[in-house]
């Protein structure tokens, strides 16, 4: 899986809104999907909880609307992705079909992990974005343009300007969001780093421990 | 002005500048566990790399483990059978020590880190995991990580981060008895909020902080992420170097004494600056409950549930929601509602001291026919020394089950779970919707003493009567 250098400079495609404050990771994903040792599969099950019932009939859930289907922008509300730090929640949106999610805020380790994925992470007020929740659910198959280099939003004729954090923006345009071989160019850097580390190099854990 | 423990770590770890905002932060200690892991090693494997420090990388296995049973191979769960096949071949393969099942230092990662000295202040400390904020107890910058900063660290022993701001916490007063630090923590993340901490690596100071133990300490530090704040630390201390004499991993002779005059030396001083301050007093704070879906969502126990129209506008909605899913009314108490399990354990709550604050309080009584009473030690440590206290006796003649080592019913990804609507009054940190199994099943948190008084009354119950 080669994902380096993909520039994310534009999403664009029909928004899929959901509504609530503080959906946290376990929504998301429930624990039990992450008994796999690889991401396959959770873009079936994101939500589960919440879309089917014990029996596995399907609920009335946005991620369920069928007027919704093929939507690859999310808007969520406040605190969006609170809980835990696994990247089976932003892995379950995006294998979902989602490819930029926008909000009123978002929990620090799930926008990061978005970032890591190369999947914008954008903010407007809360006015903003119910008005954008309102206009996708009137007009859910209208198309969305999301812009990350200036980031904003048109829709018809309307355009919302969004925040994007800065460091995100630039791996995103950059094409530099999978950040390992940035970091691997700086063996020299990292070597000299931890040298100068005393609990490595005055008093590091005894060999003989385990 | 001089800088805090949080910038003073931060500039000895910085790498590079990465941009104007995000730096190259050299990760002193890497802890893997089986969940977050396996996508990450398998792409070292995809581009052909190695793990760069092994030596600073350490795995162990405790979210998927039964705790019944235990050491029975292969599991009943398949997958969970693959998931720790797939770490004991990864740290194998790739050469990094694994506490597995079997080794009497496996257990729940963040009890493993600081109960053998691994965790040890100044240091930077990654896991994929958001509880990896406990480590911050010993004035260490630990974190969170997801599994792409997992492949980050194993491949380079460094992330790309962006600095935090830190806000001081200053907690001043004394406990009455009955109050323990899971109640101080509670009423913080009710003060400030589940979004409080958003942007802020939290510094735990004062009277209240100074006079707690290690094991308190990491209490407080582990629930930080439920505040928002992806980092907590307390500056160390003697009670800090008191706490790493003599643990497997730490320094020895002339090392320890180095070792503590870099620990005092990074600490925060009186002439620290700080983005923030918040001052909170805990003389009057008597044991707190949650009785919503976010940790955010707590009372103190003889307190009434809010009226809805009189939270805050940002509030409602979840409020309503917890409401929804809780099955509890608005002005109602919540002291006297029958629960179903009682569960003692986890990252939180799952240390000798919280085993042995549940015995003083259970022992020669019996908890009531109607609860399921789980007790699971956090590592096989914590369970060896409870056995050697007698704690285990005491729990089983209380009629608590007495389990192995692991997360168990924190997040249920075990067989421990809730069934249907359940309520379990729990030690663990987190109440979100279906977190113990049960997509309909309900949490409150509390400390372990108050979990144990509600076993034996097998309702809420107001610990500071019964003790
Ligand atoms: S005990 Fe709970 S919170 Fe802690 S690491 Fe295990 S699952 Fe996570």
Redesign the pocket.
């Known amino acids: 899986m080669d994902t380096n250098k993909i520039i994310v400079k534009e999403v664009s495609g029909t928004v899929l809104p959901l509504k609530g404050n503080d959906i946290d990771t376990d929504r998301i994903i429930p624990a039990r999907f992450l008994r796999s040792i690889t991401f396959e599969g959770l873009g079936e099950q994101v939500f589960c909880d919440e879309r089917f019932d014990q029996a596995g009939n399907p609920l009335d859930h946005p991620f369920n609307h069928e007027s919704y289907r093929g939507a690859k922008i999310l808007v969520v509300n406040q605190n969006f992705g609170c809980g835990?730090s696994r990247e089976h929640a932003p892995q379950a949106i995006m294998r979902f079909g989602i490819e930029a999610i926008i909000g009123e805020s978002f929990a620090e380790i799930f926008a990061g992990n978005c970032t890591s994925l190369g999947i914008p992470v954008l903010t407007a007020s809360i006015a903003e974005i119910e008005a954008l929740q309102a206009h996708a659910q009137e007009n859910p198959s209208e198309e969305f343009v999301v812009d990350i280099s200036h980031p904003h939003i048109t829709y018809g004729a309307r355009t919302i300007a969004l925040q994007i954090n800065d460091a995100a923006k630039q791996a995103l345009l950059n094409g530099t969001w999978d950040s390992l071989e940035t970091l691997l160019q700086e063996r020299q850097n990292i070597a000299a780093t931890a040298a100068k580390l005393p609990y490595i190099s005055s008093f590091p854990y005894p060999q003989s421990t385990g | 002005m001089s800088n805090n423990l949080f910038n003073r770590v931060w500039d000895l770890h910085k790498v590079s500048s990465l941009s104007e905002t995000m730096d190259q932060l050299f990760i002193g200690l890497h802890l893997v566990?089986e969940v977050t892991s396996p996508q990450a090693f398998q792409a070292l494997r995809e581009r052909n790399l190695s793990v760069l420090y092994p030596e600073r990388t350490i795995a162990t296995v405790?979210?998927i483990v039964p705790t019944q049973d235990q050491r029975i191979r292969p599991f009943a769960d398949s997958m969970a059978e693959q998931m720790l096949a797939a770490i004991e071949i990864n740290s194998q393969e790739f050469g990094v020590q694994f506490f597995g099942l079997g080794s009497e230092s496996q257990g729940?990662?963040?009890i493993v880190g600081p109960e053998n000295g691994i965790t040890q202040p100044g240091m930077t400390i990654a896991c994929g995991?958001?509880?990896t904020s406990t480590h911050g107890a010993f004035g260490a910058i630990a974190f969170g990580i997801g599994t792409s900063q997992v492949r980050d660290v194993l491949a380079s022993q460094t992330l790309a981060l962006e600095r935090l701001k830190v806000r001081k916490i200053e907690v001043s007063g004394s406990r009455s008895s009955g109050v323990y630090a899971k109640d101080i923590i509670l009423k913080i993340i009710a003060e400030l909020g589940v979004m409080g901490g958003i942007g802020y690596a939290y510094e735990y100071t004062g009277e209240a902080i100074a006079s707690l133990s290690m094991e308190e300490r990491m209490t407080i530090c582990?629930m930080s992420i439920e505040g928002g704040a992806r980092i907590g630390y307390v500056n160390p201390d003697q009670t800090t170097i008191d706490y790493l004499r003599g643990r497997p991993f730490s320094p020895e002779g002339a090392a320890f004494d180095k070792a503590v005059k870099f620990w005092q030396d990074i600490a925060s001083d009186e002439r620290s600056t700080y983005d923030d301050i918040y001052q909170f007093d805990i003389n009057s704070l008597g044991p707190m409950v949650t009785w919503g879906i976010t940790p955010g969502q707590a009372i103190s126990v003889e307190d009434t549930l809010p009226i809805v129209s009189e939270t805050s506008e940002s509030e409602r909605e979840v409020a309503k929601k917890a409401y929804e899913h809780m099955g509890f009314s608005e002005g109602q108490k919540l002291l006297g509602t029958p629960i179903d399990v009682a569960f003692i354990?986890?990252?939180?709550n799952?240390r000798i001291s919280d085993l042995q604050e549940v015995a003083d309080v259970v022992k020669g009584r019996k908890i009531a026919s109607t609860v399921t009473g789980l007790v699971v030690p956090?590592s096989q440590k914590v369970k060896k020394e409870a056995e050697a206290r007698g704690l285990d006796r005491i729990f089983t003649e209380a009629g608590f089950q007495w389990r192995d080592a692991g997360?168990?019913m924190?997040?249920a990804?075990n067989p421990d779970k809730l069934t249907g609507r359940q309520l379990c009054a729990s030690s663990?940190?987190?109440n979100f919707i279906g977190r113990q199994g049960a997509p309909k099943g309900r949490t409150l948190l509390m400390s372990p003493a108050m979990v144990a008084a509600a076993a034996l009354s097998g309702a809420i119950a107001d610990v500071r009567e019964i003790i």
């Open positions: 835990s | 566990h405790d979210h729940i990662v963040h995991d958001s509880h582990n354990g986890s990252c939180t799952g956090g997360c168990s924190c997040l990804m663990s940190n987190r």
